[in-house]
């Protein structure tokens, strides 16, 4: 009887526990990075911010981040790795308060995977070295992409061009 209660109580949680464990996996089961760190490691490397972002698919509060205004030339890289991903001719003023752009640096340097939190089919767009989340890409960007890449500026280091 006990045993047959745990088996039940093991199982409901399992059944709890799953979807979360599916999220995460999802990007890493198709895909392998180049940088990789434990948990602790991640946790260790990063702002408390950062990895709530680039670890946990956080979000950022709108109108925060310093890049925001960000208009000089050069590439906004991944907070996590370092790999320049977007550059600042792609950037334009979305209206959203995050940072957006209409295309990564090149096909590469970003993935997508589906998110379905918060009862909306979004695409989630990761970095293509470290798994890192950066944000949504959406199909209401302007020209020549049509793309809006709706990214957490905590999850960006802006990389100015050297003149
Ligand atoms: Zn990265």
Request: net charge negative; glycine share 4%.
């Given at each position: 009887m006990l045993n047959r209660r745990h088996m039940l109580l093991s199982a409901g949680l399992a059944a709890i526990g799953l979807p979360l464990v599916l999220g995460r996996s999802k990007a890493t089961a198709a895909e392998t990075f180049a940088v990789t760190h434990t948990d602790a490691e991640w946790q260790k490397m990063l702002?408390?911010?950062?990895?709530?972002?680039?670890?946990?698919?956080?979000?950022?509060?709108?109108?925060?981040?310093?890049?925001?205004?960000?208009?000089?030339?050069g590439n906004f890289a991944c907070a996590g790795c370092e790999q320049d991903a977007f550059a600042s001719a792609t950037k334009f003023d979305s209206g959203t308060g995050w940072p957006s752009f209409w295309a990564p640096l090149d096909a590469k340097v970003v993935g997508t995977t589906r998110d379905t939190q918060l009862g909306m089919v979004r695409e989630a767009v990761h970095c293509g070295r470290c798994g890192g989340h950066l944000g949504h890409v959406f199909d209401d960007g302007p020209k020549p992409t049509g793309l809006r890449y709706c990214l957490n500026g905590v999850a960006l280091k802006f990389h100015p061009a050297s003149a």
């Open positions: 702002t408390s911010d950062q990895y709530a972002v680039l670890r946990q698919e956080g979000t950022e509060r709108p109108f925060t981040s310093d890049l925001l205004h960000e208009a000089r030339k």
